[in-house]
């Protein structure tokens, strides 16, 4: 990967494919929805780090409710646009959910490999429901099926960048989410 330096690569950085005030405007209705099918209830949000830390954080202050969070770190292996579907647990949230009502944070689904990991995992937990909200969405990419409860946004196949979605670690912080452009492409 080419930088300029800085660690940087700006030539890999293409179009915005979805602004920062789109994002919020869609994070808000996410919230509004959830506030509503949680009513009453105390969910318990468990963001995937780190590619849903931002959406995480957002997500949680548009909901109205006594929630809680907690965070789970997983890598999985693979090139850093594909993954591989073999997934490592780095960190577990830090109480059991047993008997919780747990809501997954997840950045994006793309093959669906991650996921269903995750999810098979967290189930053999026994929280007493387990929801799944994804900002991003890959549908033509999947290759396990996955049950989805809120989505973002349904996207195209293109690998995307910015609002804690990185490549190779870099452009996590854009506000705005981004198409990624190989070297030289337009
Ligand atoms: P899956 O296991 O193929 O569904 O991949 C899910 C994981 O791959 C996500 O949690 C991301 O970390 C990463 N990923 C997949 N597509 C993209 C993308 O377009 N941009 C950044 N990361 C991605
Ligand atoms: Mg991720």
């Known amino acids: 990967m080419e930088t300029d330096g800085s660690g940087f690569s700006p030539k890999l950085l293409g179009p915005v494919l979805l602004d920062s005030s ?21 969910p318990l949000l468990v963001g995937i ?38 997934v490592r647990i780095l960190k577990d949230p830090d109480r059991g959910l047993e008997g919780k009502e747990v809501l997954l944070v997840e950045d994006i689904v793309d093959t669906g490999r991650t996921l269903h990991y995750l999810v ?22 999947r290759e396990i099926d996955v049950e989805l409860d809120y989505i973002g946004f349904d996207i195209p196949d293109e690998f ?23 070297n030289g492409a337009v």
């Open 22 to 42: 789109t994002i919020q405007k869609r994070v808000h209705e996410l919230g509004s929805q959830i506030t509503s099918d949680y009513k009453h209830k105390s």
């Open 160 to 182: 995307v960048v910015g609002y804690g979605l990185d490549y190779d670690q870099h452009y996590r912080n854009l506000p705005d989410i981004h198409l990624l452009r190989e």
């Open 49 to 86: 780090l780190k590619g849903a830390s931002i959406f995480h954080s957002d997500l949680v202050r548009s909901i109205l409710l006594d929630l809680s969070y907690d965070f789970m770190a997983v890598c999985s292996y693979g090139s850093s646009t594909a993954s591989s579907g073999e």
């Open 120 to 141: 098979q995992n967290l189930k053999a937990r026994e929280p007493n429901s387990l929801k799944v909200v994804a900002l991003l969405n890959k549908p033509s990419r």
